[in-house]
């Protein structure tokens, strides 16, 4: 065992984060992982001159790390930024798609909200912020906005973001920026025109919110990391890991290839999601388990669909989303080609479709052949391609696709700390906290790696 050095368990993007800057610091790493390769969710697929994923399609550069890390990875890694079609988002309202207003005047005119909550929202600016610090995001919306925003703006936009329930997510937890500009300015309106006007440093103007991919696939992103941190940091097929506390340290048992395997280490980082804590940390008491366990997931079906010639309605935004009260039975359609390069042949297109969610669990159990058709029948009336069939369809099923931070969300937060307090060296990351989305995971992974080195080079600085 070393001080600098560490474990970490799986090799999605908190993990390969982690590790790039651990190694570029000097430390030794080593990553278990269950699957073959790296890359955790992130897999991209390229079949018949289509270029699609079957997890993430795109990300946000929502925080400076993200824009830190791209600057640091080598040729031929290609930050890819979206297309301005990808500003456009289409909401579904008796049987058409409407554009999601951009401005004042198409706020006025859009037929998405009724005329009562566009006053509502004129108005919005002069009520109260509230004081329940676990209101959920239906709540608050439907407080200081009205139901009609609720159901035609805020419920299409979480579906597409975490395939989940306004009335179940908390506002503080699920969309932390959200919450503070009401704690903080009285008011989403002017707390965004305030925040706009205050100054900000080099290292925020980095985080320009724009949307992005990796030219040919997301995975030439994990793929960078990988070659980067190096290959004999990395051990994969891992299963059963197992982690106890040991001395002043842990003690780590795996399987591969039928062999069992040991080492032992003092700084342990974990990266899985919430429902393989208490299989990996099995000394933690029933209450700890339970606490964190609780985190609900989504469970989503992706379809991506592929056409050689494109004959539906122009793809000229970055997708269609469809609220619950439209009683679909898809979530929403992502225009990958729309906005990124070379996805699909020329004159043709690549959809991304999404089914299931929270309200729908169920829908991941069907076989492909009824996901084809329930696709298809849908696609065929919303985007008019009735008489079109694809030139390529992939399902892919995800049981745990994206944790919904409700109201379990802060005993969860508070047990991982008390954890990590009693067992020094211990991080639980991963997507049970701190945000679900791609940069949300950069930016976890820097601050682990941060804290790690921090706390090394005080330590020994104390030594010496």
Not at 32 to 43: D, M, T
Not at 276 to 300: H, M, Q, R, T, W
Not at 323 to 333: A, C, F, Q
Not at 348 to 375: C, H, Q, Y
Request: aromatic fraction near 10%.
């Amino acid at each position: 065992m070393s001080n600098k050095s560490a474990v970490i368990i799986g090799a999605g993007l908190t993990g390969l984060s982690t590790a790039f800057y651990l190694k570029k610091a000097g430390w030794k790493v080593t990553i278990l992982e269950r699957n073959s390769v790296a890359g955790g969710s992130i897999k991209t697929y390229r079949e018949k001159g289509f270029i699609f994923e079957s997890g993430p399609n795109t990300g946000v550069v929502s925080h400076p790390e993200v824009a830190d890390l791209f600057e640091q990875l080598p040729e031929p890694f290609r930050f890819e930024a979206a297309k301005e079609e990808a500003e456009r988002r289409l909401i579904w309202k008796k049987c058409r798609w409407h554009a999601l207003p951009s401005g004042i005047k198409d706020g006025v005119n859009t037929p998405l909200f009724q005329w009562k909550d566009k006053f509502n929202i004129l108005l919005e600016p002069f009520r109260k912020k509230g004081d329940n610090p676990d209101e959920t995001l239906g709540e608050m919306v439907k407080r200081r906005m009205g139901s009609s925003f609720l159901d035609y703006a805020v419920d299409p936009f979480i579906l597409g973001i975490y395939a989940g329930d306004p009335s179940k997510l908390v506002t503080r937890y699920a969309l932390p920026k959200l919450y503070k500009l009401e704690q903080d300015y009285g008011s989403f309106i002017k707390g965004s025109i305030k925040k706009a006007r205050i100054p900000k440093t080099e290292e925020e103007k980095k985080a320009t919110r724009q949307m992005f991919s990796i030219e040919g696939g997301l995975d030439n992103l994990t793929q960078a990391l990988y070659k980067a941190i190096g290959e004999d940091s990395f051990v994969f097929n891992c299963r059963d890991i197992c982690i106890y506390p040991k001395n002043k340290g842990f003690h780590i048992s795996y399987f591969k290839d039928g062999k069992n395997y040991e080492l032992d280490e003092t700084k342990v980082i974990s990266t899985v999601g919430a429902h393989e804590i208490s299989s990996l940390f099995p000394f933690l008491n029933g209450k700890e388990k339970e606490a964190i366990g609780d985190l609900v997931y989504a469970k989503v079906v992706q379809a991506a669909v592929g056409f050689n010639n494109w004959r539906g309605i122009p793809l000229k935004a970055f997708g269609g989303l469809v609220p619950h009260k439209e009683n679909r039975k898809i979530l929403g359609v992502l225009f990958l080609s729309a906005f990124l390069k070379n996805r699909a042949p020329e004159g043709g297109a690549i959809l991304s479709v999404f089914l299931g969610g929270v309200r729908n669990p169920e829908i991941v159990e069907l076989d492909d052949e009824t996901l084809k058709k329930m696709v298809m029948d849908e696609l065929k009336c919303m985007m008019l391609i009735s008489d079109q069939e694809p030139d390529l369809i992939r399902i892919f099923r995800h049981k745990h696709a994206i944790p919904q931070y409700g109201e379990s969300t802060g005993i969860r937060l508070a047990t991982i700390e008390k954890i990590e307090s009693q067992f020094p060296g211990l991080i639980l990351g991963g997507n049970l906290r701190d945000g679900i989305g791609m940069a949300d995971r950069i930016r976890q992974g820097t601050q682990i790696a941060n804290k790690l080195i921090g706390g090394v080079e005080e330590v020994m600085s104390d030594e010496l």
